[in-house]
């Protein structure tokens, strides 16, 4: 049996496979260009291919593909073999540079935002050398960008790729007037933490619900939910165990550095974590991961659910996007050191994350709006939709300090004394960890809590990227042109920090007053809805300030806005269909049935007890047969609904229109089927109950 270092990354073209397979010469051309961006030359794309070609035949793989991040907000892949006919009539392995660094896969069909017509079919994947090649089954995926015969990008690779140069460009920029001559690039890091349901196989496909749009559009609450607190960190149960240990090994087989396992605190809910690493190479494991996830899931007779909220009245699943800058050689730039108030190079990136935020937080709201995220938004498991930040006190007596100019008087190490003798006295972090905000430091990053558990990490971090690079960029302008620096850079961290403390809030994040005070009385934004932020992703500012750094065309930015609300659109229309076929042929035929039957039990009851009143018995019916013509009713306006929504053609009105009419709907037809729930027999009931699926998995 293969130990953990044996097994990782073994199914990866890395760095220690590129220098056992590769020539001194052209390792270190290839290094070069993921090192420093330079442009790689087809001799050493050919000597790559052959290796890698090589080396994928002796794990047994038989294809290749380009593995691209369409935007669907899945992954997408074309295999084509390696074999070549060969003179003789038999055939040879073969793969070359040219096959290595471009594909031509048929663009028609994903999502363009109008960027191209249908019949425009040509569409090119590019190579990305800077994340490494693995295998699949039998297939070699090489990670590439996606983009149209005209060149706009129509993936989320390259925008991300785009924003981490924007990013490095801008900080490097500051590290040189701060002396730093050796620092070559600055790269953004990311660990994804990413939450789960698990469900039984069977159950889930005994759900038209969760099979057509991954969550539960009807269930009563359970008599047990989550209101004990005993499934968070719980013992993990013999099934979920073995799905963990199987998914772990499938995980870094690939590279992927999975680290941390637990039990959420909504039941069935878990939790895997991995270590942080480059953004992009954290976006293509993040993908990998929840594709593995489920099929993972399969083997073990079970369903990963990976919907932002697919169950009512408990937590829903985020993915905490922990981000952090750090130097090509290690020094993280958000590390406040030993004595934060006399760090200036640290308070000057930490200010421009703090602008970054408030400017943009518009940005950052819409890069984690999906119709899922919706749900869990606001409700007692997950950031508000108002973007704020939390820096603690350590922190927050610092910048108080700077901004009135007094003195910092510090914060004493607090030593922690159990009691007990025997336990450690150790001292006291200088900060809480606040699990309410949508933006908390927490030591040497920040922790972006509000991404869903589907979403892709590529939006929120080209997002968070670009509004940084900004930020540096204009701090940049400023401070090159400054008579004196320090006097220039005292006055820039101290104007920052008036300017835009209004983002900054330690306190409850699900507390209503807080909504309160941050829109009434700072001026924060509220967007509850995808259908209320995505439209300003064309605002004037935000189009200059992505343009102008070269992360997105104009043209690429209005794709995106109707392509995210072209999905919103149709997500919710799905579900609203769904909802009513479940309903009139499921739901309402369930209720009569059970209905008929006591009608009947009663009559029978009647004829041998002469019990004129069979009270019970005709009470029940009586209010099953209300909830029938309520259920009727709410199915019919539904369709109503759902048929005038089919005539608005701007998808900026039709959002607006699904948001104000169609979810209120859905939500008034819920009602009366959940209350019919627990009133009919559960032999009668047509899919399982809430009770089955969330403790259904042993």
């Not at 330079?38 to 080396?55: F, R, T, Y």
């Not at 990013?167 to 620092?183: H, M, P, T, V, W």
């Not at 993915?319 to 200036?344: F, M, V």
Request: aromatic fraction near 8%; charged fraction near 25%; glycine fraction near 6%.
């Amino acid at each position: 049996m293969s130990t953990v270092p044996e097994t990782f990354g073994s199914l990866v073209f890395d760095d220690r496979v590129m220098r056992a397979t590769l020539s001194a010469e052209v390792y270190a051309s290839l290094r070069k260009t993921i090192d420093e961006g330079s442009k790689l030359d087809i001799s050493v794309a050919n000597a790559v291919a052959e290796a890698m070609k090589e080396w994928a035949v002796s794990k047994g793989a038989t294809h290749y593909t380009h593995w691209f991040q369409p935007l669907t907000g899945i992954t997408a892949e074309k295999h084509d073999s390696f074999i070549s006919p060969a003179p003789d009539g038999s055939v040879i392995m073969e793969f070359s540079g040219k096959e290595l660094i471009k594909g031509e896969p048929d663009a028609s069909s994903f999502p363009s935002g109008g960027l191209r017509a249908t019949f425009e079919a040509r569409g090119y994947t590019a190579w990305d050398p800077t994340s490494y090649a693995f295998i699949k089954g039998k297939t070699l995926c090489i990670p590439t960008a996606f983009c149209s015969y005209g060149g706009p990008a129509l993936d989320k690779k390259t925008p991300l790729l785009r924003s981490m140069e924007a990013l490095s460009k801008q900080a490097i920029r500051i590290l040189r007037l701060f002396g730093n001559d050796e620092a070559k690039r600055v790269v953004s890091s990311v660990g994804p933490e990413q939450e789960y349901f698990l469900v039984t196989k069977e159950m889930y496909d005994q759900r038209p619900d969760l099979r057509f749009t991954g969550r539960t559009l009807f269930g009563a609450k359970p008599p047990k939910g989550q209101e004990l607190d005993d499934h968070y960190f719980g013992v993990i149960k013999p099934g979920v165990a073995a799905y963990m240990e199987d998914l772990n090994e499938e995980l870094w087989k690939l590279g992927i550095l999975a680290k941390t396992e637990h039990n959420e605190v909504a039941p069935a809910q878990h939790e895997l974590a991995p270590i942080y690493t480059t953004t992009n190479i954290a976006t293509d494991h993040n993908q990998l991961t929840m594709e593995i996830m489920q099929k993972v899931a399969a083997r073990h007779g079970l369903v990963c659910l990976l919907h932002e909220k697919p169950f009512a009245g408990v937590n829903g699943s985020g993915k905490h996007n922990n981000w952090s800058i750090a130097t090509d050689s290690g020094q993280n730039l958000l590390s406040p050191g030993k004595t934060p108030y006399e760090n200036a190079q640290f308070l000057l990136f930490l200010c421009a994350v703090i602008k970054a935020v408030d400017d943009y937080q518009d940005l950052l709201r819409l890069s984690v709006a999906t119709a899922g995220n919706d749900h869990r938004l606001g409700a007692n498991e997950a950031p508000p939709a108002v973007i704020s930040m939390f820096l603690g006190d350590e922190l927050g007596a610092v910048l108080e300090a700077i901004e009135t100019d007094k003195p910092y008087k510090g914060t004493k190490k607090t030593q922690m004394k159990l009691g007990v003798d025997v336990l450690p006295i150790f001292n006291r972090d200088t900060t809480d960890r606040n699990r309410t905000s949508p933006f908390a430091f927490t030591g040497n990053k920040f922790e972006f809590r509000m991404l869903g558990s589907s979403n892709s990490i590529a939006c929120a971090n080209i997002m968070l990227n670009a509004a940084v690079a900004e930020s540096l960029r204009v701090y940049a302008d400023r401070l090159e042109k400054a008579a004196d620096f320090e006097t220039a850079l005292h006055e820039m961290i101290k104007k920052t920090i008036k300017d835009h403390k209004r983002i900054i809030f330690n306190g409850n994040g699900y507390d209503d007053a807080w909504i309160k005070e941050a829109t009434e009385e700072r001026g924060l934004l509220n967007y509850r809805t995808t259908a209320d932020c995505m439209p300003h992703i064309l605002d004037k500012k935000n189009v200059k300030m992505l343009t102008s750094l070269g992360v997105f065309t104009e043209e690429e930015l209005q794709s995106r806005r109707d392509i995210m609300l072209e999905n919103y659109c149709k997500s919710v229309l799905i579900e609203a269909n769904t909802m009513v076929e479940m309903a009139r042929t499921q739901i309402a035929p369930a209720i009569e049935k059970y209905a008929a039957d006591v009608a009947r039990d009663a009559a029978a009851k009647k004829a041998v007890t002469h019990d004129l009143a069979c009270s019970y018995e005709t009470n029940l019916v009586r209010k099953l047969s209300d909830l029938i013509d309520e259920i009727a009713a709410g199915a019919d306006e539904l369709d109503k609904k759902l048929l005038k929504v089919a005539d608005v053609e701007d998808i900026v009105k039709q959002s607006a229109v699904i948001r104000d009419k169609i979810l209120p709907a859905m939500a008034e037809l819920r009602v009366p089927c959940d209350k019919a729930e627990v009133m009919t027999a559960k032999e009668y009931w047509p899919f399982p109950s809430y009770a089955d699926l969330l403790f259904g998995v042993k």
